[in-house]
């Protein structure tokens, strides 16, 4: 059962409560320790890292389970356990993904420091498996493991019930995580809970959508600098609808009608020209007499701006000099 809250934006810390049966603690052994890595399904994991992991734990020799059993054995239990018994919990602590980011390696080294203490002391020092940190995946957490010893007894069900749980977020924030500038989360239902692979998810599209954030701020950034530059302080933003839409539609179509009548005219101009380059002298100078006795003012406008022609014997044509 896990305990992530996320409500608004402030830095949450996590906590993952777990319960394992005897088959199930040789699989849990194997992942804490990266025995098989190189087998590992867990795409989180970067083997490249791995080495970066530690255990806060005294180290001990032997498997998980054979320090469960020994363990286990010392309490001298009038009857053996059940089969479907808890034999060992596991409580997973970490933070918001982006906590981590602002945290040197000393003070990150503390924070699990400080939460391992504090979750030995709870279930007591004889009752600790391990307590290995991971490095090697995207966020670093604590994975803490114990043999759930209540009064002598191997009963998982009276060490983690629902008050105990609850009970444990508050004095874990109390505790530890309320100096490291962590929240405990919101109590009564007001935020949402969030299991392990959903939470990896939302976590995922929280950095997908931070980016696109980002681009969007320098591409606005930008823009402003530009603009005030140029001197476009008080520049009104078109507000873009379907009326605007409509009005710039029927501008554009009255101006691209207005190109193709002039592209009809200048075709028009082409064939007068390609006309007179072709007329004879003497209808060029019928043409001239037609013009001197319609208006006079344009005809010596007419006559200055030409130069000389004359016959041609071949062809009748007006050639230049």
Known sequence: MEYFTKYGGSMFQIVKVMKFKKEAIRGIDIHDRRLKIEKSSNKDIDPARTYLNYNLANECSGTFYSRVKSRIDELDLKKKPRNDAVYMAQIMISASPEYFDN???????AFFKDAFEFLKNRFGAENVVSAYVHKDEKTPHLHFNFVPVYEK??????????????????????QVTKKYGLERG???????????????????ERKKLEFEKNKREKAFNYIKDYRDRVGLENTKTLKVSKENIQTLSECLNASLSKVLTQYQ????????????????ADDFENMAYLLKKTNSKNYDDFKSKQK?????????????R
Not at 103 to 109: A, D
């Open 308 to 320: 000389p022609v004359k016959k041609s014997k071949k062809t009748g044509l007006s050639v230049e």
């Open 103 to 109: 945290l040197s390696e000393i003070e990150e080294k």
């Open 153 to 174: 007894k191997l009963c998982c069900k009276k060490v983690l019930n629902q008050y105990g749980l609850s009970k444990l977020h508050d004095e874990l924030n109390k």
């Open 265 to 280: 005219e200048i075709e028009a101009l082409k064939k007068d020209v390609k006309h007179w380059r072709s007329m004879s």
């Open 186 to 204: 919101v109590v009564g239902g007001q935020g949402k809970a969030y299991g392990l692979h959903e939470f990896k998810q939302i976590t995922n």
